[in-house]
């Protein structure tokens, strides 16, 4: 069974702050995802990787397949990015459904 | 973008009663849907995969007797939560899969917030 770890779990910053999600997981995977839930726990896809980098406005994620690790960045952070950001991954080989982090609670204050 | 709805948003029912979910895919076929469940504080959790015209597959622990899933369609799957109590009460959250089979994206509903009283 896929271990998925986040860090930090939660995190304060200033408005305009560079943010950094980490993620890592114990067994292999066909695809990591990061996910966006408010607080009225509607859940938004953000990223599906599984390899390299991709980016979609100020956000920015990336993958090193080998060590098991991804990371979520947010540039220019505004307090509208204030959520649980949630990484979660399907294992290679496994059944489709995802594994999830514990979810890492982002505010942005003004 | 693809669009995943859930009904009801939230419901309080009594213990003992039936309650139904469903988890619709408005624009586009769904091969596979999933149905998660979130405790407060913590991580979702897979329940079971509902596939078009097949029995779901439920995960370890998870009562199929008692959650009962039905993939009528290609746009519609439902959980039922039988005889409720309140430690079922929790948020349940479905995800569709686009057809066709290949693509690993997975779009999710809003949640359906379960307390049973």
């Known amino acids: 069974k896929n271990e998925v770890e986040q860090s930090p779990q939660n995190l304060t910053a200033q408005e305009g702050e560079f943010i950094t999600i980490n993620c890592s997981y114990s067994?292999?995977?066909?695809?990591l995802h990061w996910l966006q839930q408010h607080p009225g726990g509607g859940i938004v896809s953000l990223f599906m990787l599984s390899s390299g980098k991709k980016k979609h406005g100020r956000l920015i994620a990336t993958i090193n397949i080998q060590e098991k690790h991804s990371s979520l960045h947010i540039t220019a952070s505004h307090p509208r990015d204030s959520a649980v950001y949630i990484c979660a991954v399907r294992s290679r080989g496994g059944a489709d459904g995802l594994t999830f982090g514990k979810g890492t609670h982002l505010i942005i204050q003004p | 973008g693809a669009v995943v709805s859930q009904h009801p948003s939230r419901v309080i029912c009594k213990s003992g009663t039936s309650v139904k979910i469903e988890c619709r895919s408005l624009d586009f076929q769904a091969t596979t849907m999933f149905w998660y469940r979130q405790f407060p504080k913590q991580s979702l959790m897979l329940m079971a995969t509902?596939?078009?015209?097949?029995?779901?597959?439920?995960e370890q622990g998870v009562e199929k007797d008692k959650f009962l899933i039905n993939h009528a369609s290609l746009t519609l799957s439902t959980l039922t939560v039988t005889s409720a109590h309140p430690e079922d009460s929790s948020f349940y959250i479905c995800?569709?899969?686009?057809?066709?089979?290949?693509?690993?994206?997975?779009?999710f509903g809003p949640g359906t917030r379960l307390l049973v009283l």
């Open positions: 509902s596939n078009e015209g097949s029995k779901a597959t439920y």
């Open positions: 067994v292999g995977i066909s695809a």
């Open positions: 995800s569709a899969v686009p057809r066709p089979r290949g693509q690993e994206t997975q779009y």
